[in-house]
């Protein structure tokens, strides 16, 4: 079931320890499409309440399978107050070319006429697997709000091709590849929505104050350190219920088990987990 009684603790967290002062809420992390609509409602509202003067955005995941759904859900974010709202490409039945995404997506923010509307690109979870590049070119005048795309994958051509053709535009390129978030920084990309930010926020925060200077080698060592840990993890199984567990340990509040059917982390797991990120020496000295 849903916690809501745990997000305040969880938004004072994000700000005071990690430095992260933006959220994306019910995304894949979050488990958002294993949830039904009403507790999709009652979690956006719970963050967007908790959040009021203390966070600086709150984008709110509205992608579902069922196109009214998803509408409902943008009219919600809407009234609510949301920063942003973001849609993944439908998984089941999939668009197969892009003048079908955008129709679907279309749909979708002129329920929410006056919010930023995002593509929240995932194409290892959708299978979609339509080039970003390709989607651009137009969608502007078809869906006003248009502002730019969480980019969860690795094709960094993809990225890269996007950036180029659209820098009159000034839409946003958030990557969502964590491991790889440096590359995309180098090429172009304007921020990053990831799961390991929860936990490695501030440390991702003084990757990108060291890639701004520029100081490429202290940014390379954050990067690389992060990857360490994700590399570690990925072999032993590292999915949603194991970042959970692994929030849990670092923050000290209570995320919860996954809902099938994705299962509990095991004690073998966050044993090892817990000594590996002990185990790493940053550069900041922690």
């Known amino acids: 079931q849903i916690n809501l009684s745990v997000i305040r603790q969880y938004v004072d967290y994000l700000i005071n320890k990690q430095n992260v002062k933006n959220v994306f809420v019910n995304g894949t992390t979050g488990e958002g499409l294993s949830l039904?609509?009403?507790e999709r409602k009652q979690l956006a509202e719970e963050w967007m309440c908790q959040g009021k003067d203390k966070l600086d955005h709150v984008i709110i995941h509205v992608g579902a399978l069922s196109l009214p759904e998803s509408q409902e859900l943008a009219r919600h974010a809407a009234a609510i107050g949301a920063s942003g709202i973001a849609v993944i490409a439908p998984f089941f039945f999939k668009p197969t070319n892009k003048g079908e995404l955008i129709a679907f997506l279309q749909k979708i923010a002129s329920e929410a006429a006056a919010v930023p509307f995002y593509y929240y690109h995932i194409p290892p979870l959708t299978g979609v697997k339509i080039r970003v590049e390709e989607l651009l070119d137009g969608i502007k005048e078809q869906i006003p709000t248009f502002q730019g795309v969480?980019?969860?994958d690795t094709d960094l051509l993809d990225l890269a091709q996007c950036i180029n053709k659209n820098e009159?535009?000034?839409?946003?390129?958030l990557y969502g590849v964590d491991e790889q978030l440096l590359s995309a920084l180098a090429i172009g990309a304007d921020g990053a929505v990831g799961s390991t930010y929860?936990?490695?926020g501030r440390k991702t925060n003084l990757m990108l104050q060291a890639f701004a200077k520029p100081d490429l080698a202290l940014a390379r060592k954050y990067q690389f350190l992060?990857?360490?840990?994700l590399n570690f993890v990925i072999k032993l199984g590292f999915g949603v219920a194991e970042t959970k567990a692994v929030m849990t340990f670092v923050s000290g509040i209570p995320m919860g088990p996954p809902r099938l059917p994705l299962v509990d982390a095991s004690e073998e797991f966050i044993v090892k987990a817990k000594a590996k990120l002990d185990s790493i020496?940053?550069?900041?000295?922690d």
Do not use: H
């Open 36 to 38: 039904n609509i009403q």
């Open 150 to 152: 969480k980019f969860s």
């Open 168 to 173: 009159r535009e000034q839409l946003a390129f």
């Open 198 to 200: 929860n936990y490695l």
């Open 226 to 229: 992060t990857g360490e840990f």
């Open 281 to 285: 020496v940053w550069p900041d000295g």
